[in-house]
Each structure stands twice: as C-alpha cells, then as structure tokens.
T-cell receptor, first 117, second 110 residues
Framework: GDSVTQMEGPVTLSEEAFLTINCTYT??????LFWYVQYPGEGLQLLLK?????DKGSNKGFEATYRKETTSFHLEKGSVQVSDSAVYFC????????????????FGKGTLLTVNP | DGGITQSPKYLFRKEGQNVTLSCEQN?????MYWYRQDPGQGLRLIYY???????QKGDIAEGYSVSREKKESFPLTVTSAQKNPTAFYLC?????????FGEGSRLTVL
C-alpha cells in the first residue's frame, strides 16, 4: 500500500540554522504530496503542497520539491526561527485533484523540530 | 470566523465508559474526517464522511462509531470496545483537496 517515511526526530537546531527534513514515499501512480505543521497543542495546518513531478511548494520560507525519480519531497528552510518549533508531517494523496470518493491522505509519523535561540 | 471546532479539548474517562467527541464546522464543507494521533505514529484515519447521512470506515474503525445527520456536525463516539482509547483525536473537513483541521481533543482513559 501507499506509505510515507520521514526522518526520525527529534531535530534540534539553533536559530538561523539550515533545516532539512527528509521525506520519501511509496505509491502506485503519481500522488500529490503535502507538508503539514502542528504547533504545540494545536491541530494540523497545511504548510505547502505539490501536485506533480518537479513542482516546488513554498510557504513561510519553507520549500519542498516533488522528485519523482527519487520518490522524495524533502522539506527545507534556509534560516529557522524559534517560532518554527513544531511537528512536521509529510503526507501523500492518491486520486484526482479533489479526490472524490476515494480521497485519502496517508501521513508519515511526524518529525519534531525544536529551534533554540 | 469560519473553522472547525472540536470539544472538549481535554476529556477523562473511566474504563468501560463510552464517550462522544464533538466536531462542528461552519465552512460548508461536504467531507469530514476523524484521525487518531499517537506519539511517534503519525495520524491514522478512523472514519470519514463524504456527505450527510453517509460515512465510511477508515483504517482503524474498530471500537469507534460516528454519525452524520447534519452537514455541520460529525461526532465520534469512542466505545468501551476500543482497547486503547487514550490518544489525541483530530477532526478535519475537506474542500478541493485540502484538509482543514480542528485543534483536537485529548482523551485519557483512567
């Protein structure tokens, strides 16, 4: 079945450091790919997404590029801030653009990021 | 403000008791979802509903039940049959391929 594998955390960085959180996937076909962020005590928020190969999603200084050849969607940020401390989830979705009746997101296990001042 | 409201935020339950978690949305979305989150395990789908009066089992539906009598509401009941109910429960609704999540309900079974 479809699956998502994220690098295990926790990841601890100093402010202004470079961030990479690795994400690879296994799927039959061509999924859409997502990164969600969960701040402490809250639900998940969509951070960015990419719907086809070579697309780059970006938001709030974070970027991820959909690499079909390596089945990867690594999350990067050039300079992290303390406010970026959160759990980050990679996810994939099969199905059409709106998903229809077979819409289903498959999540990775999450990576806890802590940024120290 | 439009959004998804889950209640209660924290809930304690004795073993053998059923408990119902509320999820309400005023986004006018047709589809709604319940996920369970455990430390180090990511999110797992419990139930989902594409439209009023219809719902489907997700990957871990055993010990849970839902109803969808109104578009705005998708309550989840954690029954006594659920062997390990202590977890963080997240409700979401969907529009055009994007999920919108509530802030979650943390259930602890004593």
């Amino acid at each position: 079945g479809d699956s998502v594998t994220q690098m295990e955390g926790p990841v601890t960085l100093s402010e202004e450091a470079f961030l990479t959180i690795n994400c690879t996937y296994t799927a039959t076909g061509y999924p859409s790919l997502f990164w969600y962020v969960q701040y402490p005590g809250e639900g998940l928020q969509l951070l960015l997404k990419a719907t086809k190969a070579d697309d780059k999603g970006s938001n709030k200084g974070f970027e991820a590029t959909y690499r079909k050849e390596t089945t990867s969607f690594h999350l990067e940020k050039g300079s992290v801030q303390v406010s970026d401390s959160a759990v980050y989830f990679c996810a994939l979705r099969m199905g059409g653009r709106s998903g229809g009746s077979n819409y289903k997101l498959t999540f990775g296990k999450g990576t806890l990021l802590t940024v120290n001042p | 403000d439009g959004g998804i409201t889950q209640s209660p935020k924290y809930l304690f339950r004795k073993e053998g008791q059923n408990v119902t978690l509320s999820c309400e949305q005023n986004l006018n979305h047709d589809a709604m979802y319940w996920y369970r989150q455990d430390p180090g395990q990511g999110l797992r789908l419990i139930y989902y509903s594409q439209i009023v009066n219809d719902f489907q089992k997700g990957d871990i539906a055993e010990g849970y039940s839902v109803s969808r009598e109104k578009k705005e509401s998708f309550p989840l009941t954690v029954t006594s049959a659920q062997k390990n109910p202590t977890a963080f429960y997240l409700c979401a609704s969907r529009l055009n391929g994007e999920l919108f999540f509530g802030e979650g309900s943390r259930l602890t079974v004593l």
